[in-house]
């Protein structure tokens, strides 16, 4: 849906009445963006059909009491959460004062996390995907807001407002179509970010414009003119076609809670850009105009530096002002230019770190101490990213990153080891609720998981829990039992765009199933039960994270946790060249194969060969799917998928390279027992 808007004044809306009186977003105006249709990959490789090997513990427990113990603390924590939810509506608008921001009369200060996804993603990347924008759900907006909640957060920044780019693939949602024109659904999406962020208590940055092409910015301002990207800052009709889009955003009202966006107190402020090069006058003009239309929000100066200018204090529209804080050229430490702009700002205005990352958790610690200690208001982590309603999470390998560091997820124990997640989410949150001079709670027990729809007991996915740390698989021959655990200990994130779990040991027959979260307070009620699922063949699934199901191997095979973005996000992949082999021995009745590879460079075939003494092979003659659509931003690679059916018996699996080939799953379907 598009709207033309003429600029014309809006009208306020009490935020208690309407807010009481809102109604669920119609489901016509579904806020998701097209993405892979099914009918476009076959089932076995279906984004929603990828596998994750059990995970199991190291014994066995008496779950039945657990689940008892963590049934009753989490109906408990329910309801101490479902109270403390009615009234967690901001009751206040942040204010300035004196350098320093206030919630009433109390000093409002934070340590958290920007969330680029939060108004759109753009890392939807499963195999197949083509497309890897569209709109966050209203399940993944509360997950985001949620898990900000639980790590003590109390601030988001999002990203910009995305603009339409002449290079963006069919289909991609963005907010601004053009000067005056813009998507509704798009807005319909921010509507429930701000819905979603009065209920959590979360407060909100929101950047209006970006410098960078990402998400289109001002270089796609100046085109819908035929102007240059500098115009940007001087060109009258620029400004004003920018100032259009501020209009339609301040004066907006809220489909979900019927408030104007000016007068949401879960907006914290609005930014003029996102790490803007812009000139202080381009900066007075459009903080004047902001202020000219919300006298209510305060206004914070996006420019880019890691050191804070001096014009930007004598803008008087600017409230707040920031840094952003990498690794590069002679920078060897955050905390140490922090602790100066923080003095510099004193008295004067509200300073806060918009971004730092990519460097050692003890210097993250270093740079966070000393945003407690400065008299800094506040410090924001790049970057998180939430769950995916398909299952997982989301996943981005930061360009800049050096190949290592990834946006980060809460409670993900074993993926992030390479860049210590779990050690640095831990110290945020510690953070974040000291600077706020509050004591750390408890991580409260899991809510229940939403297992989703299972058609192969090999592809199992669910919408995970906050602060889950794993995940207990049951199956069942009929809803009501007896239930037996399939596997302990499932990681969610062991996966990238690919069901959680694979049953292995499925036998033949009908089976329900359900899941559960576990953290280290206890384990969730079950989740949803979904079945009967009809189960002929188990699976076999390889997901190269090493090379232990491997009968054996030739050649130079070394497993690959680098360059995951040009292989979507496939975080563990067995690379080789031509002519190295691996053999897997076959379990009875084997009856399908896939694999999945991707090539850096050039496509090549892959060979397959069948034994029946692993001595002497036979051909066996494979199907390929080629599923590549251009390098994008981020010079993806050819995902390219091999595939056979009706296979001849035999005991051993030969595949050999004929070229460089990145290997990042294997799937041998077998009859059940």
Known sequence: METTVRTAPGQSGDFNSSFQMSEPMPESQSCIAPTCRASQAPHYQCPSCSIVPDRRGGGRHDFAAARLIGFVVACICFAVTSSFASQISPANFITARDGKLFDGTNEFRFISMNIPNLLEIEDNVPFAGENPWRLPDQFEINDALETIRQMGGAVARTYVITVVRTNDLPGTPRHVLGPGKFNETAFRTMDEVLAAANRSGVRLIIPLVDNWPWMGGRAEYAGFRGKTKNDFWTDPQLIADFEQTIHFILTRTNTVTGVRYSDDPSILCWETGNEVDSPA??????????????????????????????????????????????????????????????????????????????????EMNLAMDAIVDSGASGGLLWSLRFRNRDGGFYWHTEPHGANLYKAFHWMSPVMGAAYDEADLMSSVRSHAFKIRGLPMPAIPVPAAPKLLPITDAAAISWQGSVGASSYQVERAPRASGPWQVASYHVDEAFTQYRPQFCDENVRAGAWCYRVIAINGSGLSAPSNIVGPVYSETATLVDEMADFSKIKSKTGAWRISNTDCRAAREDAHRAAGNAGDQLVYELPIGFASLNVFTFFPKDEHDLKCSISEDGKTFHKLALEKTNYFHGTGEYNYWQPVLFHAENVPNGRFLKLELTGETQIGRVEISHLAP
């Open 281 to 362: 006058s381009w900066t007075r003009e459009i903080a004047h105009y902001l202020k000219s239309l919300d006298k209510n929000h305060l206004v914070m100066d996006g420019f880019n530096s890691f050191k804070l200018r001096d014009e930007s204090f004598a803008i008087p529209d600017v409230d707040i002002v920031t840094t952003h804080h990498y690794p590069g050229g002679n920078v060897t430490s955050f905390a140490e230019p922090i602790r100066e702009n923080a003095m510099r700002a004193r008295g004067k205005k509200v300073y806060i770190i918009g971004e730092f990352g990519f460097v050692s958790t003890a």
